[in-house]
């Protein structure tokens, strides 16, 4: 992959005390060739290496101390720029509700991505509402009202004979009276785009006027992303757009691309099918992922958003004075459930990947449904005081749990180390934000 032959290429430089124009030059030659692989756009290559080269032979990188770090962050930086250079987020309107209008092609994830919208807004307190404005195909508003009631989100919707523009515009109205403070508009899509299509979302955008057109897109079609973007931006004048599938086996060459042809920002991306696979786009952190720097920072952040942090510091409290107890562990439990696959979150962590068998290390649902099983057969008295769970009380919650009394004894001995742990934990999180832009 991208990220791979990026990382052999600069490991040459990285350690040179001296480094000449022709090792630039010999480096630039293997980059270009690897974003051209990775399906980044032509002219977005030539002058990417062009400013990278220029940057680099510049004498106070070849004078400096260590010239092939050096050229190594000039190399992110540019990477940086490339996609934007600082986070573009989510626009808020000062008169809510704010309308986001979801745009892209059929099978793009233009549904999924809303519902995962939803759910981003939702954990920060956000009460959105998703209107289905696909009434071409009726299994797409069964399927966000699916998705709606999964979530515990409203879901705006009519019948499959009425207008799209018109629903759009209800939605609004009924948003407001419901206080519903982010109205995310999922629209149909085509399998290319046409016309038709684009007269109805221009409407659509003439009778709502949106905050926020997110362009939803596949990063899996390559270039076919980028054109896709420019065509939409072209029609609708986007805000922003969202890169879907970046999970898949995708060489990444639309995340490089899109801002530099189109101008548009990537807000978001899509890493999975579930709801909580969408992450806000930090084109710092994804230009360190690229060159193998791992990404703490996005795993910090995962941890924060899920860990209230009233809630943290009284569990650091706890953990500090000894008084954490299973009832404690327990919602710590669910906390890392809610993190996403255990897998997924230590894959951020630098280096991790490149650690062998690193893949067999999912965690087992079942195993937290027994861990959940002997806890839930404790009294009030053992989970507050587990130190005075002795051989008859392993027994009796054995056997109430329905567990061997080797399950009880190992969760004890792990509660123990997750105490531990999770003192570590707390340090992490809150020193997290101090270590913005190390590179
Ligand atoms: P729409 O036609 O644009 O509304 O697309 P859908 O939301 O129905 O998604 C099409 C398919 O792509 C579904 O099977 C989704 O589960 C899948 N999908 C959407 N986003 C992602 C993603 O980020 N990663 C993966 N792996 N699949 C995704
Ligand atoms: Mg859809």
């Not at 008295?381 to 919650?397: D, G, L, M, V």
Request: hydrophobic share 40%; glycine share 8%.
């Amino acid at each position: 992959g991208l990220a791979e032959r990026l990382q052999a290429t600069l490991k040459k430089l990285r350690g040179k005390g001296k480094v000449t124009e022709a090792d630039v030059k010999e480096a630039m030659r293997e980059v270009r060739l690897a974003l051209l692989e990775a399906d980044v756009n032509f002219k977005v290559v030539k002058d990417f290496v062009n400013r990278v080269k220029e940057r680099a032979v510049d004498q106070e990188v070849m004078k400096s101390l260590t010239p092939g770090q050096q050229v190594i962050k000039v190399v992110n930086d540019e990477l940086t720029q490339l996609m934007g250079g600082s986070q573009s987020k989510l626009a808020q309107s000062h008169r809510p509700p704010t309308v986001v209008m979801m745009v892209g092609l059929q099978g793009a994830g233009k549904t999924t991505t809303t519902a995962k919208l939803a759910r981003y807004l939702q954990k920060q307190n956000h009460h959105p509402m998703l209107v289905a404005c696909d009434v071409y195909r009726p299994a797409a508003i069964k399927q966000l009202q699916v998705l709606g009631e999964q979530l515990n989100v409203p879901v705006f919707a009519k019948g499959e004979n009425d207008r799209p523009v018109s629903i759009a515009q209800e939605a609004v109205t009924k948003a407001k009276e419901e206080h519903c403070d982010y109205v995310l508009i999922d629209t149909a899509g085509r399998l290319h785009v046409d016309e038709e299509l684009m007269s109805e979302l221009a409407d659509m955008r003439e009778a709502v006027s949106p905050d926020e057109i997110l362009l939803v897109v596949d990063a899996m079609t390559g270039q076919d992303a980028v054109n896709v973007a420019e065509r939409f931006h072209r029609e609708l004048e986007l805000s922003g757009v969202v890169l879907t599938k970046l999970d898949g086996d995708t060489r990444g060459g639309a995340a490089l691309s899109v801002k530099a042809v189109t101008g548009c920002p990537i807000k978001f991306v899509g890493m999975g099918e579930k709801v909580d696979a969408l992450e806000p786009f930090h084109p710092d952190r994804m230009a360190g992922r690229i060159l193998g720097m791992g990404d703490v920072l996005t795993l910090i952040e995962k941890a924060q958003a899920n860990v209230d942090a009233e809630r943290a510091a009284e569990l650091e409290k706890k953990i500090r004075q000894q008084q954490f107890t299973f009832d404690d562990f327990l919602e710590q439990l669910e906390q890392v459930r809610n993190m996403g696959p255990l897998d997924e979150v230590l894959g951020m962590l630098p280096g991790m990947n490149k650690i062998k068998g690193f893949k067999n290390l999912q965690v087992d649902e079942n195993q937290l449904a027994r861990v959940e099983a002997i806890v839930l057969s404790m009294t009030p008295e053992e989970k507050a005081h587990p130190e005075i769970i002795n051989a008859s009380r392993r027994r009796r919650i054995a056997r109430g749990s329905g567990t061997q009394v080797q399950d009880v004894n190992r969760l004890l001995k792990q509660f123990n180390d997750m105490k531990k742990m999770m003192k570590q934990f707390t340090n992490m999180t809150k020193g997290g934000k101090r270590r913005r832009g190390g590179f």
